[in-house]
């Protein structure tokens, strides 16, 4: 049986994910597209996995390899987990 997880990610983008992602080929290809900012952020994002680095343009689709799109992810996962640390102490400290 086929699952699949719809998720706005705070970057706006909707991400999918399958079990059949899960163990996926790092390789494969997917689409992604990194949303533009403020005229400010319109910087390239540049991501590394394993010694293999690559660039991604702001408002373009582009097809990146797998084990990039999970590199992004534990990224955003990682700052989520941040934010909500800083908040917690925050919240505390008004206490």
Excluded at 28 to 42: K, N, T
Excluded at 44 to 69: A, H, M, P, Q, Y
């Amino acid at each position: 049986m086929k699952t699949e997880k719809k998720e706005l990610v705070p970057n706006g983008a909707v991400q999918t994910d399958t079990a059949a992602d899960r163990g996926a080929d790092p390789e494969a290809l997917v689409e992604f597209m990194l949303p533009l900012l403020g005229a400010g952020e319109r910087q390239d994002l540049f991501v590394g996995c394993n010694g293999e680095t690559i660039r991604i343009r702001r408002g373009e689709s582009v097809k990146i390899k797998r084990k990039f799109l999970e590199v992004l992810e534990h990224t955003r996962q990682q700052e989520l987990a941040d934010y909500r640390t800083r908040c917690g102490f925050s919240q505390a400290a008004l206490r």
